[in-house]
């Protein structure tokens, strides 16, 4: 059984080293094997609408876009319902592939056995 980690990422162009590090980090843990779920909140949100994570630039760091399709590729990426819904974001705006879900889940996913969980 492969292992599993949650990422929480709250950040986006406004911390853009933490939000590159999130990204990474699931992306190098899919690769790795790793059952991977990564939760976009905050100003993270904005990266599930098409054409958003093309738009972020850090010197020195993977493209978002090269990373989150990875991550879409090989784990779960979930926008958080009410980070959505105060930006207005609907089902139907997110990138395919990509759910909407709440606290729930999130809680649920990250008490599940064995499963590490990290916050950027």
Known sequence: MPRSLVIKVTA???APERCSQ???????????GADVSLWL?????WYALP????EFSLP????????LDAVLAGGRVTLCTQCAARRGIG???VIPG????G?????DEVLADGVQALVY
């Not at 020195?60 to 990373?67: F, K, N, Q, V, Y």
């Not at 606290?103 to 809680?107: G, I, L, T």
């Open 60 to 67: 020195e760091s993977a493209p978002l876009t090269d990373l």
């Open 41 to 45: 909140t905050g100003e993270s949100a």
């Open 103 to 107: 606290a729930a889940v999130f809680v």
């Open 91 to 93: 089902p139907d705006d």
């Open 51 to 54: 054409g958003r994570a093309a």
């Open 12 to 14: 986006g162009q406004d």
């Open 22 to 32: 999130a990204f990474t980090v699931a992306s190098v843990a899919v690769a790795a």
């Open 98 to 101: 990509i759910r909407i879900a």
